[in-house]
Structures are given as C-alpha cells and as structure tokens.
C-alpha cells in the first residue's frame, strides 16, 4: 500500500517524537535510585525510629531503598541544611520534627528557613514526651518530685537531646510551670541521654515514648507522667501532667520534609504512599504500640503543624531566654 506523503510526514513526526515522550516518561517514574532519609540525631532516639519505620514501608512499596542516614549535631540543623542543599528530586529528604520548628527561634544566623526551604511532603505520627526518671529516684509522683527539687535544687540534673530540641523543650516548659531550677545536661542524642538516666547520671529527662518505652517495660525506668492532656494508650496508668501542672502541654511530632522546588507528582506520590502506610493495620500497630497518634493529612496539614509549633515553642524560647549550646 502506498502512502500519501502527507501521511508519511505524519508518521515521521511521531517516531521523532518519541525519545522526547520517553524521556519524559521517565522523568515522572520515582524514585529512580536509592533515597536517603537525612535524620539529624543519632540512633535509637524518636526520630531515628520514626524514619526507620516509614522508610521501611517506603521501601517495600516503592522498590528502592529508602536509606536511613544519621547526620547528629547542632540540634538537627546539620541535617536539615543537608537536605535543604540537595537537588530538588525527591531523592533526599529530610525526617523532620518538633525541633526544626523550635529551631527557627533558637538560632539567629540560620543559613536557611525551614518554613521557606523545606516543602512539607506528610506527617507521620504524634507522640507524647515522658517525664522519666531512674527507678531508684526518691519520688514516685510529680508532686514528690517537684518537692524533692525544690528542696534539692543543686541535686536534680535534667538530661536532653540537643539544646532547644523537643526533649529539652518539653522540659524547660515544665520548670517554667512548674516554678523548678533543674540544671540542664544536653547530649548529642535522646538515646545517650536516656542511657545515662539509666546509670544514675542525670535524675530526669522528658525523652519521647518510642525512644523510652522499652526501657520502661524493661523496667529500667520509671514514668511519672505524660506530657499531653489525654492519657497515652501504651502506659494508661501513666497519669497527665495537667493534673499536676494545670495548663501544661507539650507533644513531639514526626514528617517527611523536602528540598523546596522538589516536583509536585513525586510529593504527592510520597505523600499518598506515607498516608497508606498509616492506614495499614500492621503499622498502625507498630505505632501504636510506641504511643504514636498517626497524623496522615496532606503536604499543607503538616505545613500547619509547623507554622503553629513555630510560634508556640518560640514563645518558651524568648521567655527562658534558651541560646543554643
């Protein structure tokens, strides 16, 4: 059959357009490599096990690892400014928290704005802190620990993560309400924070449910009270410290952040793929079993939560005048 040329052009047209429909078809299939999950403390903490149990689910659902990569220091800014400098594909993100909300606040001469730099992508889960103390500690209620306190203020050493991080800042509000002088001890990480507590070098650290829930069943530690104003559903008898600090709230949050101007289909497939996993009833387990509340919603629901969190813990920040270590 003999075609017409204008037939012929047609053809022609589209076999030359077909590299460009390819390469653009490829452009849209993510991820094409392994992505690294950029967290800014170090192992065994509440962010470290935030982004271990989304990244695994990731994983399985998007074929490439999802790599978990530890950057501890300058209370998650290390990190964050990591993440804020690489290329805008989806193949680096950051696990973000309450810390970089109050970061904004604690330090002046930031080379980046989170709320600027950092795309919102998904929240992951809430959390309650903990006020925990070594079982061998003279106080088995919050009120018999403020009276020892009060009474001992150069014996009570309160352990943290980094200066202004959600460890310390759940703490430094509870000695603002609580009318305490607790010195402050910060450690790189809630972990080395939490194992110290253990050994009887500090008295106390607010450290987040999932970093401290096995040493608490283990018996290691001992909790006098939760920081949200609702019971935690992993330790029910665990009373609110509201009921002894009227007016006192605090809760850690984890998400998914991005370097800005990363496309919108790999944030919203990131995003769709982050509200599966905590609609999954084995992750909601998992969670669940940390104390974790999930916070599916949209890339703006997590936007919000930071927006808030910015001005609430800047607020603390200013009237205890915390300056970073």
């Given at each position: 059959?003999?075609?017409?040329?204008?037939?012929?052009?047609?053809?022609?047209?589209?076999?030359?357009?077909?590299?460009?429909?390819?390469?653009?078809?490829?452009?849209?299939?993510?991820?094409?490599?392994?992505?690294?999950?950029?967290?800014?403390?170090?192992?065994?903490?509440?962010?470290?096990?935030?982004?271990?149990?989304?990244?695994?689910?990731?994983?399985?659902?998007?074929?490439?690892?999802?790599?978990?990569?530890?950057?501890?220091?300058?209370?998650?800014?290390?990190?964050?400014?990591?993440?804020?400098?690489?290329?805008?594909?989806?193949?680096?993100?950051?696990?973000?928290?309450?810390?970089?909300?109050?970061?904004?606040?604690?330090?002046?001469?930031?080379?980046?704005?989170?709320?600027?730099?950092?795309?919102?992508?998904?929240?992951?889960?809430?959390?309650?802190?903990?006020?925990?103390?070594?079982?061998?500690?003279?106080?088995?209620?919050?009120?018999?620990?403020?009276?020892?306190?009060?009474?001992?203020?150069?014996?009570?050493?309160?352990?943290?993560?980094?200066?202004?991080?959600?460890?310390?800042?759940?703490?430094?509000?509870?000695?603002?309400?609580?009318?305490?002088?607790?010195?402050?001890?910060?450690?790189?990480?809630?972990?080395?924070?939490?194992?110290?507590?253990?050994?009887?070098?500090?008295?106390?650290?607010?450290?987040?449910?999932?970093a401290s829930i096995q040493h608490l069943r283990a018996g290691k530690?001992?909790?006098?009270?939760?920081?949200?104003?609702?019971?935690?559903?992993?330790?029910?008898?665990?009373?609110?410290?509201?009921?002894?600090?009227?007016g006192y709230e605090a809760s850690t949050w984890y998400g998914i952040g991005?370097?800005?101007?990363?496309?919108?289909?790999?944030?919203?497939?990131?995003?769709?793929?982050?509200?599966?996993?905590?609609?999954?009833?084995?992750?909601?387990?998992?969670?669940?079993?940390?104390?974790?509340?999930?916070?599916?919603?949209?890339?703006?629901?997590?936007?919000?939560?930071?927006?808030?969190?910015?001005?609430?813990?800047?607020?603390?920040?200013?009237?205890?005048?915390?300056?970073?270590?």
């Amino acid at each position: 059959m003999k075609l017409s040329r204008r037939r012929f052009q047609q053809l022609m047209a589209g076999v030359l357009a077909l590299p460009a429909v390819s390469r653009a078809a490829r452009a849209q299939v993510y991820p094409q490599r392994p992505v690294h999950i950029m967290v800014g403390y170090a192992p065994g903490g509440g962010n470290d096990i935030a982004a271990r149990l989304i990244g695994q689910w990731l994983s399985e659902r998007l074929g490439q690892p999802f790599v978990i990569e530890n950057r501890p220091g300058a209370a998650g800014n290390i990190a964050t400014e990591a993440v804020v400098r690489a290329p805008a594909d989806g193949h680096t993100l950051l696990l973000s928290s309450l810390a970089n909300a109050t970061n904004a606040t604690l330090y002046d001469k930031l080379d980046f704005n989170f709320i600027r730099d950092i795309a919102p992508v998904g929240g992951i889960f809430r959390v309650p802190n903990v006020m925990l103390v070594n079982p061998a500690f003279p106080a088995n209620t919050v009120p018999e620990f403020i009276a020892y306190a009060k009474a001992n203020p150069d014996k009570v050493n309160m352990g943290s993560g980094p200066t202004g991080g959600p460890v310390h800042m759940t703490g430094a509000l509870f000695n603002m309400m609580s009318g305490l002088k607790m010195q402050h001890v910060p450690y790189r990480g809630e972990a080395p924070a939490l194992i110290d507590l253990i050994a009887g070098q500090v008295q106390v650290v607010f450290g987040s449910l999932p970093a401290s829930i096995q040493h608490l069943r283990a018996g290691k530690l001992r909790a006098l009270g939760v920081t949200t104003t609702t019971r935690a559903e992993a330790l029910p008898d665990v009373p609110v410290l509201a009921d002894f600090v009227p007016g006192y709230e605090a809760s850690t949050w984890y998400g998914i952040g991005a370097p800005k101007n990363t496309p919108a289909h790999v944030i919203l497939r990131l995003n769709s793929e982050i509200n599966a996993g905590l609609g999954d009833p084995v992750l909601r387990t998992r969670l669940a079993e940390l104390g974790g509340i999930a916070i599916a919603g949209s890339p703006g629901d997590l936007g919000k939560i930071v927006a808030e969190d910015t001005e609430k813990w800047g607020k603390v920040i200013l009237a205890a005048n915390i300056k970073p270590e």
